[in-house]
């Protein structure tokens, strides 16, 4: 059974895994006996998948659970996908959305037959394209302050991949073949994530490239005075 919610669902739910995951190490102390939980079987952490394929995610409870439904959860603030199965053996067939790429969080969680939450896990797995955008967009030009605390000074530089079937996908990341390179380091460091640290003031430019495609964003850093 697949489904979607909106953005409002997706906070409550991952807030009742969240609770259920720091209250069951306690749990666990008073009854002095190792916590039960969740064995998912596949596919193995990190794993690499393709956007538009379908993925199965086997899970296996363990039996203190008494497991009656499984459920899982994974998406975006704009869009939450939930998967659920009720009836073991647990086999949740999760279809990967073509417009996501990279890292990919699951969350899962194990229902009793009244509907209580007693277990939960998480699967991380990376959504890569099997080919190459055709253009890419990067962020408008960047102006920064110099100085202040390291959050006063960080921008994310935001690519957007096109590819020949239409899709748009996120592809500000090195393992989905982006790369920065800034002119001045001085001025503005950038990691290979896209993220920005300001340096002294001055001006430099970011050069972002995904194969043979490239594109450049300026960036003036200001001192912190002139600014006001």
Known sequence: ???????????????????????LPAAAKEKKSARPGITIESPAQ??????????????????????????????????????????PPFELVLPIDRKWSGPLRIVLSV???????????????????????????????????????SNDRQEHINVRGTYADGTVRDVARHDLGTTFHSSDP????????????AGVPGQAVVTVKNGPLLETVPVQVEARSAAR
């Open 1 to 23: 059974m697949v489904s979607s919610f909106s953005r409002y669902a997706l906070a409550g739910l991952m807030l009742c895994a969240g609770c259920l995951m720091a209250a």
């Open 46 to 87: 990190g794993a690499i998948v393709r956007p538009g394929s379908w993925v199965t995610v086997k899970v296996r409870p363990d039996a203190a659970l008494k497991a009656q439904r499984v459920s899982l959860l994974v998406g975006t603030w704009e869009e939450l996908w939930t998967v659920t199965d009720e009836q």
């Open 111 to 149: 229902l009793s037959r009244r509907e209580k939450l007693v277990g939960s896990g998480e699967l991380l797995i990376n959504v890569v394209p099997s080919d190459t955008p055709v253009s890419i967009a990067v962020t408008d030009p960047v102006r920064m302050l110099a100085g202040g605390v």
């Open 186 to 197: 001085r001025v503005v460091a950038v990691d290979g994530e896209g993220f920005l640290t």
